[in-house]
């Protein structure tokens, strides 16, 4: 009788289908690591932008507490002088953060002034910016101007 050899395969996969199995692997990681850059990059102009928010509701107090009132107020009957632009590079508390602000008076209402501040960053090396605007009244705020009336004389 002739001898027959059987052969016993171990149930392991080949190295064909180990070299699939860790393209597919590495094409998934790939993917999974764009998305988490997308995301952290998204966040970061989210914080940003809501930084930006707070820079400008900052900006509008000091234009209303110590610019306005240290402007030359206007003669009677006249129209208000105008006011300069601001730059303020960086914003205090928001080093990453600059603003420009204009002024826009209107001139029915003399003491109304538009308020447009203009706040850039970089993002991801990319001078980026928001604008925000307000109508304010030019006068001093209204904390300081019943101060005054009740200061003794």
Known sequence: MAETHIIHRSGGFTLVEMLAAI???????????????V???????????HRAVL????????????????????????EPPPLEPLIIDPIPDF???KARVEFTADPDVPNMVLVSVWVSWLEEGLSVGEKFQRVMDRRAPFFQRVARLVEPR
Not at 28 to 37: D, F, K, Q, Y
């Open 23 to 37: 393209g597919i692997l590495t094409l998934g990681l790939t993917a999974v690591v764009g998305v988490m850059s």
């Open 39 to 49: 995301g952290v990059s998204t966040r970061r102009g989210a914080e940003l932008r």
């Open 55 to 78: 820079a400008v509701d900052q900006v509008l107090l000091g234009v209303a507490t110590d610019y306005f009132p240290a402007q030359p107020p206007a003669e009677d009957g006249a």
């Open 95 to 97: 080093p990453e953060l």
